[in-house]
C-alpha cells in the first residue's frame, strides 16, 4: 500500500481547486489544508533584495570609486571626515563612523570581512591567529563582483543593527530595571525542585545477562 505524503496532498489541492484536502499530522489530528492555503505557501512573498537603509543613507561606490578586479585590494583605510572607506584604490562613500567603528566580541566587522578576502591571507584575523589550512592557499586571483555585493550588503545591515541600538538598550532598561522573581518565588512555583539522580546506564544488582 502506497503511502501518501504531504506533497501529494499539495499537488491534489492544486489539480482541484475547490476541494479541501485531508492531511494527518504528526498527533494524528486532522488539519485541513485548501487550494488557497497552498498557493499562499506556494507564492509567499520574500523581499526582493537584502536589507537597505534609507536611499540617502546608503553607502555607494562612485564610477571613479570602483574597485579594481586586479590586483587584488590588500588595505582597507577609513576617512572618517569623508565618510570614505577606502579599499586598495577603490572606494565606498556614505560610510558611517559607527558602521565603520561597529564590533562584535571585540573584533572589528568591517576588517574581519575584508581579512578573509585580500591579496595576502596568510593571518586572517580570527582566533588565535594560526596559519589556517593549506586549502586557503587556493583563493581566486582577482577580486571577485560578488565581494563587492557581500561588501555594500554588509555596510547596509550594519547601518541597520545600529540604528536599532537605541530600542535595544531602552528594552534592557526596562528588563534590568523590572520587578524581579525572588528565589522564595522560584521554589513556591516549582522552578527549583530537584530531580532525583539519573539511573540510566546503570544496572541492577539482580540484572543477568540472560
Not at 565603520?100 to 596568510?122: H, L, P
Amino acid at each position: 500500500m502506497r503511502v501518501e505524503t504531504p506533497a501529494d496532498f499539495r499537488q491534489d489541492a492544486i489539480r482541484r481547486p475547490r476541494r479541501n484536502v485531508q492531511r494527518l499530522t504528526s498527533r494524528g489530528d486532522t488539519a485541513r489544508l485548501t487550494a488557497n492555503d497552498c498557493e499562499r505557501m506556494n507564492d509567499a512573498k520574500h523581499p526582493s533584495q537584502p536589507p537597505r537603509l534609507p536611499p540617502n543613507r546608503r553607502p555607494t561606490i562612485p564610477a571613479n570609486g570602483a574597485i579594481s578586479p586586479s590586483p587584488v585590494p590588500d588595505t582597507l583605510k577609513y576617512d572618517r571626515a569623508a565618510k570614505r572607506l577606502h579599499v586598495g584604490a577603490g572606494f565606498v562613500d556614505n560610510v558611517e563612523p559607527t558602521v565603520w567603528d561597529y564590533e562584535i566580541d571585540g573584533r572589528q566587522v568591517i576588517t574581519q570581512w575584508f581579512s578573509y578576502r585580500r591579496a595576502n591571507r596568510d593571518r586572517p584575523l580570527i582566533g588565535e591567529r594560526r596559519r589556517p589550512s593549506a586549502l586557503g592557499d587556493i583563493q581566486p586571483s582577482h577580486w571577485l563582483a560578488e565581494y563587492t555585493t557581500e561588501l555594500i550588503n554588509v555596510l547596509n545591515v550594519l547601518g541597520l543593527l545600529v540604528d536599532l541600538e537605541p530600542s535595544q538598550a531602552e528594552t534592557l532598561e526596562r528588563i534590568c530595571s523590572g520587578s524581579l522573581l525572588s528565589a522564595t518565588d522560584l521554589e513556591n512555583a516549582g522552578a527549583l525542585d530537584v530531580i532525583g539522580p539519573s539511573t540510566r546506564g546503570k544496572r541492577s544488582k539482580d540484572a543477568s545477562l540472560f
